[in-house]
């Protein structure tokens, strides 16, 4: 007998449905635990909800994130589980500046796509049904993500390579499905490694395009940016985590001192894109050592402009 039918979840009205008595109870929990935890950053969230898990049949929740973009992963995952909460918002600043770019022509480059959210949204008509490429590299993570491209109709790519600084090979290294990465001492399965300047050799991409470029690439960060020299030079914006725990802003650093690139971050109480000179800002917006945080670089006047834009439509709303 194959697996259940998926579980169906409605972020926009809240409604859940296939799911039995205790499937449901599940997301009662599941949702308390968001909400109590969001006040100090989901500590604890991620561990709790994958206990939680080890208790349910193993089955998917098919999460309707608008009209035209559905994700689906394990139920009761610790990671993903948090969309259970209709007032949880995940990644506020990247949705930001794609909602905001839904009339630009651009191509999302996914790096480090796990299941594959962003894609699946970017390519959404709200979105502006943008092409996305999808890249990452774990086989578990893959089928996962290819299974997400098959629900949304196919309507983007999926690679299944690492990004690093040029090709070869390396092997991941992690237990968690959001933590793999090919900067440990990788103990894993061999994964290719491609560059990103490697997808215009390869016909993927055009060298004169407009991207969107995410890099959530769990330590390779320096190294994936060292390998897009060409497609940065591009009308391109990077978007890199930093993590929290990092007091020395490595990946911000790098961007501010070894590169062309403008280093633009979210500013929490601002509530603007502000362009960083100093790092001593990330010191006051990097609260919480367990969470990442994005920050953005581009050295494209065209996307400079639109980042003006979306901080002149958000200073309107605030007045």
């Given at each position: 007998?194959?697996?259940?039918?998926?579980?169906?979840?409605?972020?926009?009205?809240?409604?859940?449905?296939?799911?039995n008595l205790w499937e449901r109870t599940a997301a009662l929990a599941l949702v308390t635990g968001s909400k109590i935890s969001s006040?100090?950053?989901?500590?604890?969230?991620?561990?709790?909800?994958?206990?939680?898990?080890?208790?349910?049949?193993?089955?998917?929740?098919?999460?309707?994130?608008?009209?035209?973009a559905v994700f689906e992963f394990p139920y009761g995952d610790g990671y993903w589980s948090k969309l259970l909460n209709r007032s949880?918002?995940?990644?506020?600043?990247?949705?930001?500046?794609?909602?905001?770019?839904?009339?630009?022509?651009?191509?999302?480059?996914?790096?480090?796509?796990?299941?594959?959210?962003?894609?699946?949204?970017?390519?959404?008509?709200?979105?502006?049904?943008?092409?996305?490429?999808?890249?990452?590299?774990?086989?578990?993570?893959?089928?996962?993500?290819?299974?997400?491209?098959?629900?949304?109709?196919?309507?983007?790519?999926?690679?299944?390579?690492?990004?690093?600084?040029?090709?070869?090979?390396?092997?991941?290294?992690?237990?968690?499905?959001?933590?793999?990465?090919?900067?440990?001492?990788?103990?894993?399965?061999?994964?290719?490694?491609?560059?990103?300047?490697?997808?215009?050799?390869?016909?993927?991409?055009?060298?004169?395009?407009?991207?969107?470029?995410?890099?959530?690439?769990?330590?390779?960060?320096?190294?994936?940016?060292?390998?897009?020299?060409?497609?940065?030079?591009?009308?391109?914006?990077?978007?890199?985590?930093?993590?929290?725990?990092?007091?020395?802003?490595a990946v911000s650093r790098f961007i501010l001192e070894q590169t062309p690139l403008k280093l633009i971050v979210y500013d929490p109480?601002?509530?603007?894109?502000?362009?960083?000179?100093?790092?001593?800002?990330?010191?006051?917006?990097?609260?919480?050592?367990?969470?990442?945080?994005?920050?953005?670089?581009?050295?494209?006047?065209?996307?400079?402009?639109?980042?003006?834009?979306?901080?002149?439509?958000?200073?309107?709303?605030?007045?």
């Open positions: 007998m194959g697996q259940q039918a998926p579980i169906q979840f409605d972020r926009a009205s809240g409604a859940l449905e296939g799911a006040h100090f950053s989901h500590m604890g969230y991620i561990a709790c909800a994958n206990l939680l898990r080890k208790t349910l049949p193993e089955r998917n929740i098919a999460i309707r994130l608008n009209a035209d949880y918002n995940y990644e506020d600043e990247l949705e930001l500046l794609f909602a905001n770019a839904a009339d630009v022509d651009y191509t999302l480059i996914d790096c480090g796509a796990n299941y594959g959210y962003w894609s699946v949204l970017v390519s959404s008509a709200p979105f502006g049904a943008h092409k996305a490429i999808a890249i990452e590299p774990s086989s578990d993570n893959f089928a996962k993500l290819s299974n997400n491209a098959a629900v949304n109709g196919r309507r983007f790519e999926c690679m299944r390579v690492a990004i690093g600084s040029s090709r070869g090979t390396a092997r991941l290294s992690g237990t968690k499905h959001e933590k793999f990465s090919i900067a440990g001492p990788g103990g894993g399965e061999e994964v290719p490694v491609i560059a990103l300047d490697n997808l215009i050799d390869d016909g993927k991409v055009a060298p004169n395009g407009k991207y969107l470029i995410k890099l959530d690439v769990e330590g390779v960060e320096i190294e994936a940016i060292k390998g897009g020299a060409r497609l940065l030079e591009a009308d391109s914006v990077i978007m890199c985590e930093e993590h929290g725990s990092d007091r020395s802003h109480s601002s509530k603007r894109m502000e362009t960083v000179t100093e790092l001593s800002i990330l010191d006051r917006i990097k609260v919480s050592t367990h969470v990442g945080y994005n920050v953005f670089g581009t050295a494209s006047a065209f996307w400079q402009d639109r980042i003006n834009v979306l901080n002149a439509k958000t200073a309107r709303r605030m007045q």
